[in-house]
């Protein structure tokens, strides 16, 4: 069963920054575009950012200018960049893989376990 893992949650202070990874067993991450996804307690996944097979960048709001997502081919990984973190970004952030980063969240498979996301003020 393949599967996505994400890593590099904590808690963190207000003002702080965070590198979440999401990684793959072999080389399911080249074939497909890479969504990351937050959830709140409660409420359903949001979608924050996604990147294309290529390595393509897009973001879902440009308010959300505070998160950068990147891909590095060499070690499968997509990375997503966190800054200037407030206490109402603390949620579990999870990656998952679809045909397009334009596919429905519906469509996104592979769901890791997630990593929580704690920022204190």
């Known amino acids: 069963q393949v599967q996505l893992a994400e890593s590099g949650g904590g808690l963190v202070q207000s003002g702080g920054s965070l590198r979440l990874s999401c990684t793959a067993s072999g080389r399911l991450l080249d074939y497909y575009a890479i969504g990351w996804f937050r959830q709140f307690p409660g409420t359903d996944r949001e979608k924050i950012s996604c990147?294309?097979?290529?390595?393509?960048?897009q973001n879902v709001d440009p308010a959300k200018g505070r998160f950068t997502i990147s891909r590095d081919f060499a070690s499968h990984t997509v990375y997503l960049q966190i800054d200037r973190l407030e206490p109402e970004d603390t949620a579990i952030y999870s990656c998952a893989a679809a045909p397009s980063c334009d596919s429905p969240t519906v469509m996104f498979d592979y769901w890791g376990q997630g990593t929580q996301v704690t920022v204190s003020s």
């Open positions: 990147i294309t097979n290529n390595g393509t960048p």
